[in-house]
């Protein structure tokens, strides 16, 4: 059993079933003890008794000596010798049983087991039962007869503990007591044990255990130190619990700021705690609704409590009334500063409804989206008086507003303009230009697109006023042509994009003056520009390093000057390029797609020479060279 202690999963086993076998111990001991006494009164009975058979037995033997010396030598029977001892007479008589095993002395040179066993089942009159008190000495009974003596039973057993060369079993001496209980090659018994060394025992391993989890403790903080600053970090992190419902709700309010708007308010459903932070201000700044066409006075209420910096209603519609719209911007109030109402034009959610509540309520809008919602002269006279200041206003597609309306907003707020479109106001004549390049200094985006009655005389008197002009929109005013690009790209200093998209009389002169004055240029788009040829390609290739933004859909280009885009500097920050309706080859396309490290998105509508265009693709997705993510359009 002491053998097993080395196993410390099984010790706690070990020591409670020791207990229960130092009570059986005891109990053995008290019927050994009587035992013994029995054993010795048996003893001297048959002391006595064996005696008197001797006599009779010695009588015997002589007169069957006689009777043997009459008969003849060859039938005469070979008389052995009496025995001595009971090994002589088992070798004798192998069939007979031993009379002559008898014994006295308890502790003789048999082993005290097979003495009882003998000695109790010989006599018929005497009726005592065999007991095995230890079946591990039972197992010495079957050695020889003529084997060493052993200790006697009764003599006092030392505990192992005690002896000169073992200790108590403690964690030291663990090796010690299993090396004596090998070596002796004798099973240890559990009666040598005491319930109070068990309980000594069992003290000792507890207090091993406490030693090995601290030394363990001590490992982990000592690895725990060697590790570096960043590490350390990441698993103080990861191995703490923190309490998610007790972070601060700066934190809290950072994170759902990245969330949605229909993400956020499932969020606030979860729980009150979420709730409370899904309903700040904060994470209320910016309210977009886009394509809903059941709009709600419900909502309109709902907006207004949350009081955003900026609304964006796009393209929607529902059945909304007057008091809907005026109680939500009389709770937004000065808090709106941007407004979206961009093609709301069906019913009472229209954007000339919006745009009058908002300027009685909200006075400090700056910029303003009211593009193609049917907007009145009237309405836009009010909104001119009631803002204090607009910096952007986008009217395309306002059709009913008149030149009385737009030179009061020029007059008023001109001098505040950054961006300016009026996309799409046919009614609008020259003199507009004239009025925005007087009034309008500080402009840096207009976009005055499909507006037909628009002199190209106009822009040149105009542009030596833009001097902060960035992006110009001239797209599909059929009178523009090469002496209004070269005077715009010689005034503005500072101008980045030019949309000539269905500028007929632009040609390659319009290129040349782009790539000699403003070879920083970043967007260009020229699309139907019939006049653009090879030589355009070639007089850009090697100054314009910095176009992001390339539209050469319906242009006069061939498969050669297509080559020369594919090597020219810009090609490798092109993001957009549009090539639709171009005679380009596989060849060339796979050439651009290779150089072009950022290119993202590119058009190849009508390009009929290109017929393989899933091998393209899936040459794409197996070059490494080539960027993965791009989007084809074909």
């Not at 597609?397 to 961006?419: P, T, V």
């Amino acid at each position: 059993m002491l053998d097993q202690i080395d196993d410390d999963r099984s010790v706690s086993v070990t020591v409670s079933l020791a207990k229960s076998m130092c009570k059986e111990i005891d109990y053995k001991q008290e019927m050994e003890a009587i035992v013994c006494d029995k054993i010795t009164e048996f003893d001297s009975k048959m002391h006595y008794s064996q005696k008197a058979n001797k006599a009779t037995k010695n009588g015997d033997i002589k007169k069957q000596d006689k009777k043997a010396e009459s008969l003849p030598s060859s039938t005469r029977k070979k008389i052995l010798p009496p025995p001595t001892n009971s090994a002589q007479s088992i070798v004798n008589n192998p069939d007979k049983p031993n009379l002559y095993r008898s014994k006295t002395v308890i502790g003789s040179s048999r082993d005290k087991e097979s003495d009882l066993n003998e000695q109790l089942t010989k006599p018929k009159n005497v009726h005592i039962k065999s007991i095995d008190l230890f079946t591990q000495n039972s197992q010495q009974s079957n050695q020889d007869v003529n084997s060493k003596p052993k200790k006697k039973l009764y003599k006092k057993r030392v505990p192992i503990w005690e002896s000169s060369a073992l200790k108590k079993p403690d964690s030291q001496s663990k090796s010690l007591f299993t090396q004596s209980s090998i070596s002796s090659k004798r099973p240890v018994s559990a009666g040598l044990l005491t319930y109070s060394k068990l309980i000594e025992i069992e003290s000792n391993i507890q207090n091993d255990y406490k030693i090995k989890d601290q030394a363990e403790i001590n490992d982990q903080q000592r690895k725990f130190e060697d590790l570096n600053e960043n590490q350390r970090e990441k698993t103080e992190f990861l191995g703490s619990r923190i309490d998610w419902l007790n972070l601060p709700h700066e934190i809290w309010l950072r994170v759902l700021s990245f969330l949605k708007q229909h993400d956020l308010a499932k969020f606030g459903q979860t729980c009150k705690t979420f709730n409370d932070l899904y309903k700040d201000s904060s994470l209320w700044r910016k309210i977009e609704l886009k394509y809903e066409y059941s709009v709600i006075d419900e909502w309109l209420d709902w907006i207004g409590k949350r009081r955003p910096n900026e609304l964006n209603i796009i393209q929607c519609s529902g059945h909304v009334s007057f008091n809907g719209i005026t109680g939500m911007f009389k709770n937004i109030g000065e808090n709106l500063q941007k407004l979206n109402l961009s093609r709301c034009s069906n019913g009472s959610l229209s954007g000339d409804n919006f745009a009058l509540q908002a300027s009685i309520r909200c006075p400090n809008v700056t910029s303003l989206d009211l593009s193609w919602t049917l907007l009145s002269n009237q309405t836009l006279k009010l909104i001119v008086d009631s803002f204090k200041k607009i910096e952007s206003i986008n009217l395309s597609g306002c059709n009913m507003i008149k030149e009385d309306g737009f030179n009061q907003l020029l007059e008023k707020h001109g001098k505040s303009l950054r961006n300016l479109e009026i996309s799409g106001c046919i009614h609008f004549s020259s003199d507009i230009i004239y009025n925005i390049g007087c009034h309008c200094r500080q402009i840096e985006k207009l976009n005055i697109s499909n507006c037909h009655r628009i002199r190209n005389e106009s822009i040149i008197e105009a542009c030596p006023q833009w001097i902060k002009l960035k992006y110009i929109d001239l797209r599909g005013i059929k009178n523009i042509k090469n002496n209004c690009i070269s005077a715009l790209v010689r005034k503005c200093p500072h101008l980045e994009g030019l949309s000539l998209g269905e500028c007929v009389h632009i040609g390659d002169a319009s290129m040349v003056e782009i790539a000699t004055y403003r070879s920083e240029i970043k967007q260009l788009d020229l699309c139907n520009c019939k006049k653009i040829s090879d030589a355009s390609i070639r007089s850009m290739a090697g100054i314009c390093s910095k176009l992001e933004l390339l539209n050469l859909k319906g242009t006069n280009l061939t498969d050669s000057g297509l080559i020369t885009l594919s090597d020219s500097n810009f090609i490798k920050k092109v993001a957009e390029l549009n090539l639709s309706f171009l005679p380009i080859s596989e060849f060339v396309l796979l050439k651009i797609l290779k150089n072009a490290e950022n290119l993202r998105k590119i058009d190849l509508y009508g390009c009929y020479n290109i017929k393989h265009i899933e091998e393209i693709k899936e040459s794409i997705a197996t070059n490494d060279t080539i960027k993965r993510n791009l989007e084809i359009n074909i």
